[in-house]
Every structure is written in structure tokens, then in C-alpha cells.
């Protein structure tokens, strides 16, 4: 049997994806990625391929572009975004997954890194609530999310701080 391949696919000069991602928390921080050429921060993940689960999408992908890999809850939410990109129509559907490096991960502690995948010229950054308004991520509809996220780690780790 063939190698699987990714969900995507062109219908009326549209492309469509499907894509899982991971929001990976650090101290009130989450992880993004861009390639180096691109101006835009992205949640770290990649396109689904065919009969993979998005957990195993995500596992996948970040153990190539960080050489770690991350534990992933269930599912969070699903985006649906439009967009162009390179002059191409897109259509994604994109499945959001809580993830969390390994305790002993030394990435915790860098701001800005580099992806271990060197042909894709990855970078990777933390960046807290208000940063997220700051740099220039997509899809822009995801911050929202993304800032709720945050206020929740926070207040989950004022509650574990006062039951000490």
C-alpha cells in the first residue's frame, strides 16, 4: 500500500486543508512557528494525512521540526479559516489540540529557537497575552481562543499555588 498522503486538495481554484495544531503552554506562554522567509506566526503543526489522527499528526510533525516529542491532550476545538497565501485561495479546517513539552525539556527556557528540520528554516518563539497582539499571527480569529487559554493556565496556577 501507498504511503499515506495529506489532506489537501483543490476544488474551484480553492485549496483545502486540513491541518492539526498544538497549543503549547510554558508559564503563561504559548509555542508558535514561522518559516524564516514568512512574516506571520503560526501555532506548530501540520496538515493531516490520510487515516492519521490529529494527535499523531502533531506528534509527528513536532518531533521533526523540534526533535521532541510532546504530549497531546484531546481534541479543543476546531477553526475553520480563509485565507490567501503565495497568491492561492485557501480553505482549512484546522483541529487545536493542548499540548505540553516534556518536563525536561530544555526548550522551556529559550524565548527564540530553531527548528532541528534545517530544509524548512522553522523559527520558534513563546510569546505571552500581550505579545499576541504584538507580532502578526494567523489565523487572526484564533487569538481570542488563544488569550482565553492563558487566563485559565493562570488562574489554574494561582489555585494550585494557595491549596499549597
Same mark, same amino acid.
Given at each position: 500500500?501507498?504511503?499515506?498522503?495529506?489532506?489537501?486538495?483543490?476544488?474551484?481554484?480553492?485549496?483545502?486543508?486540513?491541518?492539526?495544531?498544538?497549543?503549547?503552554?510554558?508559564?503563561?506562554?504559548?509555542?508558535?512557528?514561522?518559516?524564516?522567509?514568512?512574516?506571520?506566526?503560526?501555532?506548530?503543526?501540520?496538515?493531516?494525512?490520510?487515516?492519521? #489522527?490529529?494527535?499523531?499528526?502533531?506528534?509527528? !510533525? @513536532?518531533? +521533526?521540526?523540534?526533535?521532541? %516529542?510532546? &504530549? *497531546?491532550?484531546?481534541?479543543?476545538?476546531?477553526?475553520?479559516?480563509?485565507?490567501?497565501?503565495?497568491?492561492?485561495?485557501?480553505?482549512?479546517?484546522?483541529?487545536?489540540?493542548?499540548?505540553?513539552?516534556?518536563?525536561?525539556?530544555?526548550?522551556?527556557?529559550?524565548?527564540?529557537?530553531?527548528?532541528?528540520?534545517?530544509?524548512?528554516?522553522? #523559527?520558534?518563539?513563546?510569546?505571552?497575552?500581550? !505579545? @499576541?497582539? +504584538?507580532?502578526?499571527?494567523? %489565523?487572526? &480569529? *484564533?487569538?481570542?481562543?488563544?488569550?482565553?487559554?492563558?487566563?485559565?493556565?493562570?488562574?489554574?496556577?494561582?489555585?494550585?499555588?494557595?491549596?499549597?
Amino acid at each position: 500500500m501507498a504511503e499515506p498522503t495529506d489532506i489537501t486538495f483543490k476544488i474551484c481554484n480553492v485549496r483545502v486543508n486540513c491541518r492539526a495544531v498544538a497549543i503549547i503552554l510554558n508559564e503563561g506562554n504559548i509555542l508558535f512557528q514561522k518559516r524564516e522567509t514568512d512574516p506571520v506566526w503560526a501555532l506548530p503543526g501540520g496538515k493531516i494525512a490520510v487515516l492519521e #489522527k490529529g494527535k499523531d499528526t502533531i506528534n509527528r !510533525e @513536532l518531533n +521533526e521540526e523540534i526533535g521532541e %516529542p510532546v &504530549e *497531546v491532550s484531546n481534541l479543543y476545538n476546531v477553526e475553520e479559516n480563509f485565507f490567501e497565501y503565495k497568491g492561492e485561495q485557501f480553505h482549512e479546517y484546522m483541529f487545536l489540540y493542548i499540548a505540553k513539552l516534556k518536563e525536561n525539556s530544555d526548550l522551556k527556557y529559550e524565548k527564540f529557537f530553531d527548528g532541528v528540520e534545517k530544509q524548512k528554516h522553522l #523559527k520558534f518563539a513563546w510569546f505571552n497575552k500581550e !505579545e @499576541l497582539d +504584538e507580532y502578526d499571527i494567523v %489565523p487572526l &480569529e *484564533v487569538k481570542d481562543t488563544l488569550k482565553e487559554i492563558i487566563d485559565t493556565y493562570e488562574q489554574d496556577v494561582v489555585k494550585s499555588k494557595i491549596r499549597r
